[in-house]
């Protein structure tokens, strides 16, 4: 099993809402910190929110407001609560600890 694992990701109207899930299958995310990142259609990727091992977050100035990460250790899952989704969020979404990635789950947004 890859050891991170997006989904949630689908196509949601302007002003709707997703949850995204990573499950890390071999990472405690309480022990590391972790990012959500998005990679628009011909753009860089970039960060969105992040989540210390401490808990502290922080976001992107696009998606403060908006979006909230969380996590739960008991099922090693990662979040992005997404809300108030604008066509510009458009993008694949992907979790990163360290050096691992998902592989990323498509989140678009229809105007």
């Known amino acids: 099993q890859a050891p991170l694992v997006e989904s949630g990701g689908g196509l949601v109207q302007a002003g709707g809402s997703l949850r995204l899930s990573c499950v890390g299958s071999?990472?405690?995310?309480?022990?590391?910190?972790a990012t959500w990142y998005r990679q628009a259609p011909g753009k860089q990727r970039e960060p969105v929110a992040t989540?210390?091992?401490?808990?502290?977050?922080d976001y992107a100035d696009a998606v403060k407001g908006r979006f909230t990460i969380s996590r739960n250790s008991a099922s090693r899952t990662l979040y992005l609560q997404m809300n108030n989704l604008k066509p510009e969020d458009t993008g694949v979404y992907s979790c990163?600890?360290?050096?691992?990635w998902g592989q990323g789950t498509r989140v678009t947004v229809s105007s």
């Open positions: 989540i210390a091992s401490g808990g502290a977050k």
């Open positions: 071999e990472i405690n995310f309480r022990l590391k910190g």
């Open positions: 990163n600890v360290s050096t691992v």
